[in-house]
């Protein structure tokens, strides 16, 4: 068997001030860097079998974006489109290179980072050296709890789209007293791939945390949330400053940290919860690496689909009162201190989600690394789907907001809940068997290469 060779390399992508910074339901403009944010690239290669592996310090993008810089990487690099994986860390506090709700794409800073990633991916493919990696997991749930609530039945969880009641409430701000439990179980494992030199020295160690971002630094400050964090603790735990540390999404559509029921066991000043969050995590990884099992001789394979998938639709009388709100709304004065700014904004999305197509190429993208399985999706996965996933392939993890977002894909059932994961926008508008098809695709993936791994 040939031998696995590997290199990983960073490169600086923080925006400018006065850049957009979407993710929340308003637009907001960047005027204050706390941290820098960067493009992570781990480079594998192994005979004639290639893969790039690039994770970004940014809340979404879309394959509309990514797909033409995939081309060009290919291009100067022969690096297969389908062997190339870019994720977005979906941290709240970066530039923006898509329309999310009323935030809007930063023109030139799409421009500047599709230079960037293609300037890191023909540097990363550059003296690849002999390695060996090393799967390890630890289980750290206490940083990861479910953000959807059912509430007391005296409680009226609003549906903006519907005009409905749900069951479920996602962030209940302020009706604390009218939780009555958590919805579902978040995924508390933290899985990491280490990639060393055969003579132990680091070149890169990739992560996976089912934890959304932890959103602790003011509204117009750039930052890379408590994945930045974490790489810069991992690295100096291990003494390395020259190792690539990426954090990836795992399935994390319900989960994050804003803890409604104990919401007083972290530290309250601004980026201190993701300090102490990637602090914890960095020393349970570290920890982890001293009973590590390397393989010395690890075998490489990726397979990637695209999976059309339908949009899911709406009566005419809810696209009518759509209608009415917008004609009646002025969108420049919005803020969040209007009792109906959800209504307003997801009438919006409905007229636009009106111009999209009626399905959607979706990419699924399956990878083993000796050992490990790694599949990725591009979109926002609950807990249950990764668990699912985890629960067929014991050495394996997914990585999210990956190759593309179509947004939130709840498993079917909890669209009888409703919640905020459910609403109909462009950030949640694929069909409620969605989820099932893609995991069902995903599947027959992971199990095609573990059958490849067996002849």
């Not at 982890?288 to 690890?298: I, N, Q, T």
């Not at 990725?376 to 996965?381: D, K, P, Q, T, V």
């Not at 190759?403 to 905020?420: L, Q, S």
Request: net charge negative; with cysteine.
């Amino acid at each position: 068997m040939s031998m696995l060779y590997a290199n990983a390399s960073q490169i600086d992508i923080t925006p400018p001030l006065g850049t957009v910074i979407n993710g929340e339901f308003t637009c907001r403009y960047a005027n204050a860097i706390a941290d820098p944010l960067y493009a992570k690239a781990i480079y594998l290669r192994q005979g004639r079998v290639k893969l790039l592996l690039i994770v970004v310090d940014i809340c979404v993008m879309k394959r509309e974006f990514l797909d033409p810089i995939k081309a060009e990487i290919e291009r100067q690099t022969g690096m297969p489109i389908a062997n190339q994986l870019i994720s977005s860390t979906h941290a709240h506090s970066t530039g923006s290179v898509a329309d999310l709700l009323l935030a809007h794409a930063d023109l030139g800073y799409r421009k500047l980072l599709s230079e960037r990633l293609l300037d890191l991916a023909t540097l990363v493919v550059e003296d690849p050296k002999p390695v060996k990696i090393a799967f390890g997991r630890v289980s750290k749930p206490e940083h990861v709890t479910c953000r959807r609530y059912h509430m007391k039945d005296s409680y009226q969880a609003n549906n903006p789209v519907s005009g409905l009641t749900d069951r479920v409430k996602t962030n209940p701000f302020g009706a604390e007293e009218n939780i009555v439990e958590r919805n579902s179980e978040p995924d508390g494992e933290l899985c990491y791939l280490g990639i060393q030199t055969i003579s132990g020295t680091w070149i890169a160690l990739l992560a996976n945390y089912g934890l959304h971002y932890v959103g602790d630094c003011p509204r117009n400050t750039i930052s890379a949330d408590y994945f930045g964090y974490f790489a810069k603790a991992v690295g100096q735990l291990l003494g390395t400053t020259d190792a690539v540390i990426a954090m990836t999404n795992g399935t994390s559509g319900e989960v994050n940290i804003w803890d409604f029921i104990d919401g007083n066991r972290y530290p309250k000043e601004d980026h201190a919860k993701s300090k102490f969050i990637a602090d914890d995590l960095a020393s349970a990884v570290v920890e982890s690496l001293k009973v590590a099992d390397w393989e010395l001789d690890p075998e490489l394979h990726c397979v990637a689909l695209d999976l059309i998938l339908r949009k899911r639709l709406i009566s005419s009388e809810l696209l009518e009162r759509a209608n009415k709100i917008v004609k009646s709304t002025d969108y420049e004065q919005l803020s969040y201190s209007d009792e109906d700014l959800y209504e307003k904004v997801y009438a919006r999305e409905q007229l636009l989600l009106e111009d999209h197509p009626d399905s959607v190429q979706f990419p699924i993208q399956s990878i083993r690394i000796g050992k490990t399985q790694i599949g990725a999706l591009g979109g926002e996965f609950f807990a249950a789907t990764g668990l699912s996933l985890k629960s067929i392939f014991p050495q394996y993890f997914t990585i999210t907001m990956a190759n593309d977002y179509v947004g939130y894909v709840p498993p079917a059932h909890e669209f009888e809940k409703g919640g905020y994961e459910t609403w109909r926008a462009r950030s949640s508008f694929l069909t409620e068997q969605a989820e099932a098809q893609i995991k069902q695709s995903l599947i027959e993936l992971l199990n095609e290469q573990r059958d490849v791994n067996k002849r």
